[in-house]
């Protein structure tokens, strides 16, 4: 294939050739003719394909121009390139490859999507879509496996024939709600399963995804299998009421065991006010009543009155079954207030009851009726363990390392050796009518303050037994009630 082109040419008259003088011309090509002056080759470059016709003329040296000339005619054929078939089948070629990328690109896209049906299929919780108006127009095959409802059946509102019909309008009416404002809800709801009829507990949660302007173009939604956890939760609220039970049941047979120093405690100063009663009538009756003494004797009933009804205030917060709560509480009023009902118990058990409490303790936000437990529970088993022989007790509180430290220390019988680790274990009892729940209880009431309850044994005789409590108030919830 030729694109450079050279033209040789001369004159038939050789008389005197350089006065000849050529002009050429190459049709298809060349506009006008070209003067060559006395050179005989015409040079073309870059020739297109095509037919051409090189004509050349010469002139003698008179100067007269011969305009026959002579004439070569040639043709230049195309490259292969330049031909038609070629270009057509690249145009072909081209097409064909744009069509396979776009082919490979829908299955590459197809893969993808069946990846992530297979993934929004299998997964162990329900999948599924909503219209804005959240009419659903998706479930995933769990749902359909789980109900047993067709996904033809689940459309729009047929989901709920799946959904426990206790919880079904509180869910109806949260999901709409939702609906009406656009915001995501969560709740809980059971749904049925097919395979056994029964009704288990799932967590559903939906989310709307907006388009760039802000309006839902449709709900997603999940519903997770949370039985589990669900039983879990009713069986720890069903222990935490035992426990609360145990602990009321636990305060008033304390109570019980107290009824005797108790009946004293009362008894004691009704007596007195019917004996300055009795004093008041005889100052009255005195001739002339003698006022002064009897108003002394009135003052007195007052007073003895008032006491009695102290005494039967506190005991009744033992009685109560008051749900916990927390309040600033002083701890050591608490001490006092034990120590006073316990005053008679422990004067006829022979023990003698000393105090080391330290002035200006900060009050802390504890649930009293708790805090009078422990106290109750450890002064009383001090008491306990020393009926027999009699002995000393004594209950110190004092602030330290930022947080309040109380001991209950005891001169009795000690700790059963080879059973220290067990005492705040519950049912865990040495004595004939114990009940074994004192120590396990108080101990979890100091753990729901953040605080903690430990027994050590005295070095000479008895134990002591240790409790603290911070200052700060925890968050976690009381167990007891
Ligand atoms: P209970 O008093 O009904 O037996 P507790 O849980 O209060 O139940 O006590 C469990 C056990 O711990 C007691 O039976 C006793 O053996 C032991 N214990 C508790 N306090 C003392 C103490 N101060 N001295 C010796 N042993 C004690």
Redesign the pocket.
């Known amino acids: 294939m030729t694109r450079d082109l050279q033209i040789g040419y001369t004159s038939p008259s050789f008389l005197i050739p350089q006065k000849v003088k050529f002009r050429y011309r190459l049709d298809g090509h060349d506009r006008d003719w070209q003067d060559a002056g006395t050179r005989r080759e015409a040079f073309y470059t870059e020739l297109g394909p095509g037919k051409y016709r090189f004509r050349v003329i010469a002139c003698n040296s008179s100067g007269v121009w011969n305009e026959q000339g002579a004439t070569l005619d040639f043709v230049i054929a195309p490259a292969y390139w330049q031909t038609k078939w070629f270009r057509a089948m690249c145009v072909v070629a081209f097409l064909a490859l744009v069509y396979g990328a776009y082919r490979f690109r829908v299955r590459q896209l197809r893969r993808q999507e069946k990846k992530l049906r297979d993934v929004v299929e299998t997964i162990p919780t329900f999948a599924w879509t909503a219209l804005p108006d959240g009419a659903v127009d998706f479930v995933n095959h769990h749902w359909v496996e789980y109900t047993g409802l067709s996904r033809e059946k689940t459309m729009g509102s047929g989901w709920e024939a799946a959904v426990h019909p206790a919880d079904l309008p509180r869910y109806v009416e949260r999901r709409g709600a939702s609906v009406a404002s656009g915001e995501p809800f969560e709740h809980e709801v059971r749904f049925r399963r097919a395979a056994d009829a029964e009704y288990r507990w799932f967590l559903s949660r939906v989310v709307p995804l907006r388009d760039s302007g802000g309006k839902i173009v449709k709900w997603y939604g999940i519903s997770t299998d949370i039985e589990d956890r669900k039983r879990a939760e009713n069986e720890r609220e069903r222990l935490r009421q035992l426990e609360a039970d145990l602990a009321h049941v636990n305060r008033v047979s304390t109570l019980g065991e107290m009824a005797a120093s108790l009946e004293h405690e009362i008894k004691q100063p009704i007596a007195a006010a019917i004996t300055s009663a009795n004093s008041c009538i005889e100052w009255l009756a005195h001739e002339p009543p003698n006022l002064d003494r009897a108003r002394a004797a009135a003052s007195k009933i007052d007073k003895y009155g008032n006491r009695a009804a102290e005494i039967i205030d506190r005991i009744r917060s033992f009685y109560k079954k008051s749900p916990p709560q927390r309040e600033l509480v002083d701890v050591n009023g608490i001490i006092q207030e034990i120590l006073t009902l316990l005053d008679g118990e422990a004067t006829r058990s022979s023990v003698a009851v000393r105090t080391e409490l330290a002035a200006d303790l900060p009050e802390i936000m504890a649930d009293r009726v708790q805090l009078q437990q422990v106290f109750m529970?450890l002064m009383l088993?001090?008491i306990?363990?020393m009926t027999d022989a009699g002995g000393e007790f004594t209950v110190k509180s004092e602030l330290q390392d930022g947080q309040l430290q109380f001991s209950v220390s005891?001169t009795?019988?000690?700790?059963?050796t080879e059973k220290m680790d067990q005492?705040f274990s519950a049912f865990?009892?040495?004595?004939p009518q114990?009940?074994?729940?004192?120590?396990?209880l108080s101990r979890s009431i100091g753990e729901s303050h953040g605080g903690r309850l430990w027994a050590t044994s005295n070095d000479g005789r008895?134990?002591t037994?240790h409790f603290t409590l911070p200052i700060q108030a925890t968050e976690s919830s009381p167990l007891v009630a």
């Open positions: 529970n088993n001090a306990e363990a005891d009795g019988v000690g700790l059963p005492i865990f009892t040495t004595k114990g009940s074994g729940m004192g120590l396990a008895g134990a037994f």
